[in-house]
């Protein structure tokens, strides 16, 4: 049906720069929002940046001014340009498309298996 497919993450320096992608593919009609959520060891998941199909963002505040998201709403892809890395930004990053709706017409969320970010010295 509907799968997630994440690329981009890796190990890099700090201060260094990683760009995530995640392209939705499957009988999709549109996708309300794709964003990425993260998860460090031991913490719990948490929203980083999410972006609406009308260009709307949400960041959360340890990443504003680092980090970029952007959508490409005809191939259903969305990026999260990583600059000035820090220690505390390692984590599993994980892609979500919220409002999927197929061409069955069904809306539904998905997730995808999740990259490794770490930054590190």
């Known amino acids: 049906q509907v799968q997630l497919v994440e690329s981009g993450g890796g190990l890099v320096q700090p201060g260094g720069s990683l760009r995530l992608s995640c392209a939705a593919s499957?009988?999709?009609?549109?996708?309300?929002?794709m964003g990425w959520y993260r998860q460090a060891p031991g913490k719990q998941r948490e929203l980083v940046a999410r972006?609406?199909?009308?260009?709307?963002?949400n960041y959360v505040g340890s990443v504003s001014g680092r980090f970029t998201i952007s959508r490409d709403n005809a191939k259903n892809t969305v990026y999260l340009q990583m600059n000035s890395l820090k220690p505390e930004d390692t984590a599993v990053y994980y892609c979500?498309?919220?409002?999927?709706?197929?061409?069955?017409?069904?809306?539904?969320?998905?997730w995808g298996q999740g990259t490794q970010v770490t930054v590190s010295s």
């Open positions: 979500n498309a919220e409002g999927v709706r197929s061409i069955t017409l069904r809306l539904d969320d998905y």
């Open positions: 499957g009988s999709i009609v549109s996708i309300n929002a």
């Open positions: 972006i609406f199909s009308d260009g709307r963002t």
